[in-house]
């Protein structure tokens, strides 16, 4: 899901943190379910491991398209759903375990039809689910001002008012159809990028497609929905790629298992209900020299493991999570 899963589509898909995953959650058994099933990765991972199950949850058709010559191999220990991991617990229920790697997926990237990679001339499009509106229909309908704050919200681009201003007047003589038309705008925008920085449309791109797909907003619902869909002693393991996510599941777990602490210190102490998750480790998982070696891809990567109680389960806020929102989107 994140920018920083990286626009480098000549390297192959490789589970990011998925030693320290496999390591944390240990042992493996029981049902799992693999939210952001994508080429497959970790849900192979977790069958080999020893789960007696994996629910591979994807948005994507190609997803399931692409693991039809091994999903075989697995028989009826791999079940394959099509839909958002924000419904996970109308999937299934009682979960010894749920995995989300939130990065964006290589084979998306490599298709120029889909519209992902500013690397790639194809249609402006970056639809997960290959369905709803388009990258395309945001910048040739929303309002300047919408525009603008879905590139400062979701990509933090600095530049944002000056970019949707150029989109604006470009759209006015033709509608922008493709992904090197508004790389060329982007660029227009923004100084020539140095030596070791990110190509200028990186950000631009990145907020586009958070915008199209909801990105954050499946992220919030998708954390309440784990929460209700693992069992007691079920184990959590989110996988980030850039602050904002990372922000979010650091504050989800912190409120629920209760160190959320007092927004007032000098206020009366208030009644806390029990935390729904042990946090394993408060700091996040990096990857190691090794991983870095082998997979460019994993340097911005960020684990966070927790463990479900027998509380009941509850509801948290956008706000409270620190998510980024656009008002008219």
């Known amino acids: 899901m994140a920018a920083a ?19 944390a959650v240990a042992p493996v058994e029981g049902v799992w379910l693999d939210g952001t099933f994508g080429a497959g990765g970790y849900t192979r991972a ?14 994507d058709p190609l997803a ?36 989300l790697d939130l ?29 709803g509106p388009s990258a395309a229909d945001i ?13 400062f919200q979701f990509g933090e681009e600095r530049a944002s008012r000056r970019i949707a201003k150029a989109i604006v ?5 033709a509608p922008i159809k ?13 100084p020539r990028s140095k030596p070791g920085q990110s190509h200028p449309a990186t950000r631009s791109f990145q907020a586009l497609r958070i915008a199209v797909n909801d990105e954050y907003g499946e992220l919030f619902r998708g954390l309440m929905a784990a929460e209700r869909a693992l069992k007691p002693g079920g184990r959590l393991a989110v996988v980030t790629f850039h602050s904002v996510e990372d922000r979010m599941v650091k504050r989800f777990l912190t409120a629920r298992s209760g160190g959320g602490g007092n927004a007032n210190r000098f206020a009366p102490e208030t009644q806390r209900d029990a935390p729904q998750f042990i946090v394993k480790k408060r700091k996040a998982i ?32 956008e706000k409270s999570l620190g998510m980024p929102m656009v008002k008219g989107l």
Request: aromatic share 4%; charged share 25%.
């Open 46 to 59: 977790f069958l080999d491991a020893g789960a007696a199950k994996v629910i591979a949850v994807d948005r």
């Open 169 to 173: 007047m470009a759209r006015e003589d």
């Open 64 to 99: 399931f398209d692409m693991a039809a010559d091994w999903a075989g191999e697995y028989g009826d220990r791999l079940v394959m759903q099509q839909g958002v991991f924000s419904k996970m617990d109308e999937y299934a229920s009682g979960l010894d375990g749920v995995v």
């Open 5 to 23: 899963a990286s626009d480098n589509t000549s390297a192959p898909h490789t589970p990011v943190l998925l030693r320290p995953i496999l390591s």
């Open 286 to 317: 990096g990857p190691d020299a090794q991983e870095l070696d082998e997979n460019p891809r994993s340097r911005s990567a960020k684990l966070r493991v927790a463990i479900r109680t027998d509380a009941p389960s509850g509801v948290v806020t």
């Open 103 to 131: 990065g964006v997926s290589s084979m998306q990237l490599d298709i120029a039809e889909r519209g992902f990679s500013f690397m790639r001339d194809g249609p402006l499009d970056m639809r997960m689910s290959q369905d």
């Open 178 to 190: 493709t992904t090197h038309e508004l790389t060329r705008l982007v660029e227009g925008c923004l």
């Open 139 to 151: 910048v040739n309908t929303a309002e300047e001002d919408v525009i603008a704050s879905i590139l």
